[in-house]
């Protein structure tokens, strides 16, 4: 199974996969990381998806495994208009998101 290559993401995938020079048998191609999750859950096949924070459902057994080196990397920003009324909670949203993830405010 495929991640969608429209998306971001599943450009990603697509990248590493030709870098790697693996070509693998595509049966079906989702934009939905969860409905992804199932079908490998449901024995349909595996599939290469973005890691993600959130915990897979309780309910499937599925596992996850490391990409061996060189690995892709995702990097993600705040996008906030110049002019928000909310500039002092974005300011606080970005300080606490970089103390979550180990690096300091800017």
């Known amino acids: 199974m ?3 290559r429209s ?3 599943g450009q990603i995938a ?10 693998p048998k595509d049966r079906i191609e989702l934009d ?3 409905a992804i ?3 490998v ?4 096949g595996i599939s290469l998806v973005p890691d993600r924070a959130l915990p897979w459902p309780a309910e499937l057994k599925i596992t996850k495994h490391p990409l061996p080196e060189p690995t892709p990397q995702r990097e993600l ?3 906030w208009p110049v002019t928000s009324a909310h500039a002092r909670l974005i300011r606080v949203v ?4 970089a103390l979550a993830i180990g690096g300091a405010p800017s």
């Open 2 to 4: 495929r991640y969608d």
């Open 7 to 9: 998306l971001w993401s």
């Open 14 to 23: 697509e990248n590493y996969l030709r870098q790697q020079r693996i070509r």
């Open 32 to 34: 939905a990381l969860d």
């Open 37 to 39: 999750a199932v079908l």
């Open 41 to 44: 859950h449901r024995g349909i």
């Open 77 to 79: 920003g705040l996008l």
């Open 94 to 97: 970005e300080q606490e998101t």
